[in-house]
C-alpha cells in the first residue's frame, strides 16, 4: 500500500485519533499534577531534581569561606561567581520537616514570637551540587537581619514580609507603637541598610518584589494534604541567583565591588573526634512552656558531628531523602531577650555586642564568650582565654538562647 493511501485510510485516521486524544490526557494529567503537586510532576517529567551536577569524586580541595568545608574545583568555580543567600525558614510544628535546611553552610535559629522558633539559613557554597527548594519562607526579624548583615556586603536577603509599621486603616497609614515598638521594625533596619530598593535591591521578599519562579506557593509540599497558606511558600535557590544577577549582585555588584569586603572569615579546624568526648548529649529549651522547640543535639564519634532532635524527634530535610540535620559545630550564643515589647507580641534578642557562648565541637564543650560590633560584622566566638574558637570544617548551627536559660550536657 503506498504511504498517500496509508494516511487517508479509515484505520489510520481512528488510530491517529486515539493516539492523539492519549497524548492530549496525558498532558492535562501532568498539568493537573504539577498544579497539586509540583514537585512529583517534576520528578515525573525530569527525574530526581536533586542528583548531582557535578563529579563530586573529584579532589576536595576547595575550601568555602562561609564554614571552612572543603568542596571540588568545580563547585568553587560556581560559588565564586556568587553572594551568600540568607533566607529566613520557619519552624512551625505545622510546617516540619523544613525543605534544604541540610543544604546550608550556616543556620541561625531564635524565637520569632511566642516561643516558635525560625531560621536564617546561609546558602552559599553547600546550595551548588544540587537544585536546592527551601521551605517555608517566612517574615523578617531585626536581629535575623543584624544576623545576616556580617555576610559581607549586600547578602541576598530572602524574606517573605517581615516586622513593620505599615497601616493602610492608620492615621497617616502608620501603625502606633502600641502596635509595633521601633527597635523591632524589620523594614525600618533594611531601609537603614540601603538594602529594600524596590525590583534593584539585594533584599527580596516574597511579599512584594520577587515571584514566580523564584518563589511559588505549594501547599503540597508535605504530601496529600494541604498546608496552611502561610507554610507553603517555596523558594528555587537557582532562580534567586538569576534574579540577583539581573540586580546586579553577583560576586561583585554592579560597581565592581566584591561581597566579601568586609567579610570576616571563622578561623577552621578539620576536627577529630576528642578521646574522651563528654558533650555527646545536648538539650535546651527556648521557651518553657513550648516544648515542640526543644532541642537536643546527639554526638555522633563515627562521623564527628551532632544529630539534631526537635520537639523529641528527630529533625529531617524533606528533600535529599529526608536526612537528618547534623552539624559539626553548635553554638550557644546566649542572647538578652525582650518583649513582648507591643500588641503583636514581637520580641527582641540582642544579637550586636558580645554575651556568654558554649561551643560544641569533637565531642567537647568550650566555654566562652561571642562578639558582634556591629550589624556588619560578622560574630566571633572566644574562649574563656579570650582566644578564638577554630570552627571544624563543615554545617555550623548558631542558637540564639534567652540568656537566662540553662543548657544541659
Known sequence: MKINQIFSSKKFTIIASFVGLFLISVGVSLLVLYLIAPKTASNLIGGDGNKSKFDLTLPKIAECPVNGQKYTQPEADVWNTRRPIVQVIENHIDARPVSGLSRADVI????????????????????????????????????????????????VFLHQGGANDFCSDCPGGVKPRSDINPTVNAYALLDKLGWRNGSRGNDMDGGFNV???????????????????????????????????KRGFNSDDSQGVSWTKGFRKWLFQDGKADALATAVDIKFNFWESMQGYDVEWKYDSATNSYKRFNGGVPHLDAEFDKPQLIAKNVVIMFAKETGPLDTEKHMLYQVIRTG???????????TGTWSKASALDREIFYDTNGKEVSMVRGTTWIEVVPAQNSVNY
Not at 357 to 364: H, P, R, S, T
Open 211 to 245: 515571584g514566580f519562579p523564584i518563589v511559588v506557593r505549594d501547599q503540597y509540599r508535605l504530601g496529600s494534604t494541604p498546608a496552611a497558606w502561610e507554610h507553603s511558600v517555596v523558594v528555587d535557590i537557582n532562580e534567586a541567583y538569576k534574579e540577583a544577577a
Open 108 to 155: 541561625y535559629e531564635a524565637v520569632a514570637e511566642g516561643g516558635i522558633t525560625r531560621f536564617a539559613a546561609v546558602f552559599y557554597c553547600g546550595a551548588v551540587a544540587e537544585d536546592v527548594k527551601a521551605a517555608p519562607l517566612r517574615s523578617a526579624r531585626v536581629y535575623f537581619v543584624n544576623l545576616a548583615a556580617g555576610y559581607g556586603k549586600n547578602p
Open 356 to 366: 556568654k557562648a558554649v561551643v560544641f565541637q569533637n565531642g567537647i564543650a568550650v
